[in-house]
């Protein structure tokens, strides 16, 4: 069984810095991509960064381009995201999910982590 345990959330002041972990098991961490998205109340989810294993690439949204960096550990099957300057927009819950060669997308999320930045 998939499972994905996101951990690293909390209250922090604006300009802090948190770090976000997406804990994997029940797959070969060696063939994915793990994206991570946030959901504001009210607003719809969005995806803030990805990292594929195949060949390393990342991805960031514009509004963290810079502040935000994503990165994996694949013999703790690991990622993190690495959240600086922190902005009170950043205020969201964070959901880690995975897309398995399996053609689900991601079909795979975890159980969300709050992060609540404060002016």
């Known amino acids: 069984e998939v499972q994905l345990v996101e951990s690293g959330g909390g209250l922090v002041q604006a300009g802090g810095s948190l770090r976000l972990s997406c804990a994997a098991s029940?797959?070969?961490?060696?063939?994915?991509?793990i994206g991570w998205f946030r959901q504001a109340p009210g607003k719809e989810r969005e995806g803030v960064s990805c990292i594929s294993s195949s060949d390393g690439s990342t991805y960031y949204a514009d509004s963290v381009k810079g502040r935000f960096t994503i990165s994996s550990d694949n013999a703790k099957n690991t990622v993190y995201l690495q959240m600086n300057s922190l902005k009170p927009e950043d205020t969201a819950v964070y959901y880690c999910?995975?897309?398995?060669?399996?053609?689900?997308?991601?079909?795979?999320w975890g159980q969300g982590t709050q992060v609540t930045v404060s002016s």
């Open positions: 029940g797959f070969t961490f060696d063939d994915y991509a």
């Open positions: 999910a995975a897309e398995l060669p399996d053609g689900l997308g991601y079909g795979y």
